[in-house]
């Protein structure tokens, strides 16, 4: 069993800014890709960032220059720090995780909750 806890969220003024933290817990042998998504009301969910195991990183241009990913390979955690928010981030924000259980198994991919971001004034 794997359960991704997230945290973080809320309700912010245009400009601020927040910190998402996603952690893993269980069975895991090691965690590959790791990577942040968001879903704003009637849209589809969308690639915001990710990072590889090797810290190659994959923005969305949205939030290039506003937006950072950094991971703690010991503590299997993703955070998102996320600067100069603005209203069009306002979504439901979920961690994907791609890990492993078992040295020799597949892979598999392992979402969070999703956690609300909300930015108004």
């Known amino acids: 069993q794997v359960h991704l806890v997230e945290s973080g969220g809320g309700l912010v003024q245009p400009g601020g800014s927040l910190r998402l933290s996603c952690a893993a817990s269980?069975?895991?042998?090691?965690?590959?890709?790791m990577g942040w998504y968001r879903q704003a009301a009637g849209k589809q969910r969308e690639l915001v960032v990710g990072i590889t195991s090797g810290g190659s990183m994959d923005f969305a241009d949205s939030v290039k220059g506003r937006f950072t990913i950094s991971r703690d390979n010991a503590k299997n955690t993703v955070y998102l720090q996320m600067n100069s928010l603005k209203p069009e981030d306002t979504a439901v924000y979920y961690c994907?995780?791609?890990?492993?259980?078992?040295?020799?198994?597949?892979?598999?991919?392992?979402w969070g909750q999703g956690i609300q971001v909300t930015v108004s004034s």
């Open positions: 269980g069975n895991i042998f090691r965690v590959d890709a």
């Open positions: 994907k995780l791609t890990l492993r259980t078992l040295r020799w198994g597949d892979e598999y991919d392992y």
